[in-house]
């Protein structure tokens, strides 16, 4: 005989209805209203749930920016980084330019994880500041895409601040392969009098050499 719970109902490990989609639409509602919600809790907790849905990146973005809770902000930067779509690092990107160190970080660490949805930003985070710029170096260098090195390389070739190229550098001794070693050793040429840039194209190609 099949066991019947409390309510009457047949206990044979069947799962649950799912919910239909006015339901699902109202939880995602509730949740989106309750990420401005007094209680840093709730917060929390609207950020967790709504990594599950793509459609919210562009608000948790603009959730994030505003969020004073380190807690939340981190709930959020997981729930982008679980999203990570186009749409998703076209809301961080921007944060590179924040004077708040730890929501600027934040975003450097969730953009890391989202290869194929930065590619479409190298262009502009290469078009913005020195400092932007360097890190979009450190991006690069941790993001696993197969443009990377080609990316860093150019940047090497290319960017005039003696700081971007020695970021570049860095990152290419950790990504790079056989094609960076003549445009790194056009860079210490392209800056002669930066001794500690030679020292670092050197640890650069010895690396990529792999010894």
């Given at each position: 005989?099949?066991?019947?719970?409390?309510?009457?109902?047949?206990?044979?490990?069947?799962?649950?209805?799912?919910?239909?989609?006015?339901?699902?639409?109202?939880?995602?509602?509730?949740?989106?209203?309750?990420?401005?919600?007094?209680?840093?809790?709730?917060?929390?907790?609207?950020?967790?749930?709504?990594?599950?849905?793509?459609?919210?990146?562009?608000?948790?973005?603009t959730a994030v920016a505003a969020e004073p809770q380190e807690s939340v902000r981190e709930a959020i930067f997981t729930a982008l980084i679980r999203i990570g779509t186009k749409p998703a690092a076209a809301g961080l990107v921007p944060l590179l330019q924040s004077e708040d160190v730890g929501l600027r970080n934040g975003a450097i660490e969730a953009l890391k994880t989202m290869p194929d949805a930065v590619a479409d930003w190298v262009g502009e985070i290469f078009a913005d500041c020195a400092d932007v710029r360097i890190f979009g170096v450190e991006i690069l260098g941790a993001l696993g895409h197969p443009k990377s090195p080609s990316w860093l390389i150019e940047a090497i070739e290319h960017d005039p601040d003696v700081n971007v190229c020695a970021a570049a550098v860095e990152a290419l001794a950790h990504c790079g392969d056989a094609t960076a070693t003549a445009p790194l050793l056009r860079l210490v040429q392209r800056f002669p009098d930066e001794p500690f840039l030679a020292f670092a194209v050197q640890t650069a190609l010895s690396r990529i050499a792999g010894d």
């Open positions: 005989m099949p066991l019947i719970n409390s309510k009457g109902s047949k206990a044979n490990g069947s799962a649950p209805k799912p919910a239909d989609e006015d339901e699902v639409e109202r939880s995602v509602d509730e949740m989106l209203a309750d990420l401005a919600s007094e209680s840093a809790q709730v917060r929390r907790g609207a950020a967790r749930g709504l990594g599950d849905h793509p459609g919210a990146a562009a608000v948790l973005c």
